[in-house]
């Protein structure tokens, strides 16, 4: 999630889309607030395990 919002902010900033550039922005928060809670040892999407 964190990969795809990057790709989204480069390709919005260098084509000029601010609303590429406002979903990467997004993604790229949800997906650091997930790795966060994930690494805090939280349950993330409901599973205590990435098996």
């Known amino acids: 999630m964190i ?3 990057v790709i989204l ?5 260098v084509t000029g889309i601010s609303v ?5 922005i997004v ?3 949800v ?3 997930l790795w966060v ?3 805090l040892g939280h349950a993330v ?3 205590r395990h990435y098996y």
């Open 31 to 33: 997906g650091l607030v």
């Open 20 to 24: 590429l550039w406002t979903i990467g």
């Open 3 to 5: 990969v795809l919002g």
């Open 37 to 39: 809670a994930g690494a």
């Open 45 to 47: 999407g409901g599973r």
């Open 9 to 13: 902010l480069i390709i919005g900033f």
């Open 27 to 29: 993604l790229v928060l």
